[in-house]
Structure formats: C-alpha cells, structure tokens
Nanobody
Framework: QVQLVESGGGLVQSGGSLRLSCAAS????????LGWYRQAPGKQRELVAR???????SYADAVKGRFTISRDNAKDTVYLQMNSLKPEDTAVYYC?????????????WGQGTQVTVSS
C-alpha cells in the first residue's frame, strides 16, 4: 500500500515562504515521477511543479522563479520550497507519484495540505 503524506502548509503573509514536504511509504520511491499540484476553491486542480526520477524539473509559469521542487530519495521525500508567496497561491497542495510501465500507469495522491497567503 503506497501512502503519501504532505506536511508544511499553513498561514503566511504575502511575500513570505513555506516549505512543503511529502513523505512516501510502501514503494520504491526513487523510480517515480513526483509532482506538486494545487486546487483553489472553485478551480480545477493544476500542476505546480514536477520532478522526474532522473531529477529533471518543470514548473507552471505562475510559479517559475519562486518555487523549487526537490527530492531526497534516501528519505523518500519530495519538497516544494515556496518563496515570494502571493495571495493567489492560496490553495490545497497535493503531491502525486506516477510511474508508467508497459502494462499501465500507477498513480498515487496525498491527502493535501492547506496553504493560505494573506495580503
């Protein structure tokens, strides 16, 4: 049973920083592509950042230059460092692990952590 558990969310003022963590268990963490997604009230869930098993990263335009995704395979953890936060970053943040194999795709989601940025 694969489990992803996010932590690190909270309330922060505009311009502040937070670091989210997502700890995995029950799988070989290093072979998964990992992503951080967010969902604001009334909006669809959107991709924020992604990091492959090889360490390549990609970001949504809205967070480029402010957010950094990283992974520590020894700790089975993926991080999202969020700097220069804006009120529009307010959302529930989720981590996702994906592995594509010949027979299909394995996807796992965490339960989410709330990030609220006050103006």
């Amino acid at each position: 049973q694969v489990q992803l558990v996010e932590s690190g969310g909270g309330l922060v003022q505009s311009g502040g920083s937070l670091r989210l963590s997502c700890a995995a268990s029950g799988t070989i963490f290093s072979i998964y592509t990992l992503g951080w997604y967010r969902q604001a009230p009334g909006k669809q869930r959107e991709l924020v950042a992604r990091i492959t098993s090889g360490g390549s990263t990609s970001y949504a335009d809205a967070v480029k230059g402010r957010f950094t995704i990283s992974r520590d395979n020894a700790k089975d953890t993926v991080y999202l460092q969020m700097n220069s936060l804006k009120p529009e970053d307010t959302a529930v943040y989720y981590c996702k692990a994906v592995r594509v194999v010949a027979g299909g795709t394995y996807e796992y989601w965490g339960q989410g952590t709330q990030v609220t940025v006050s103006s």
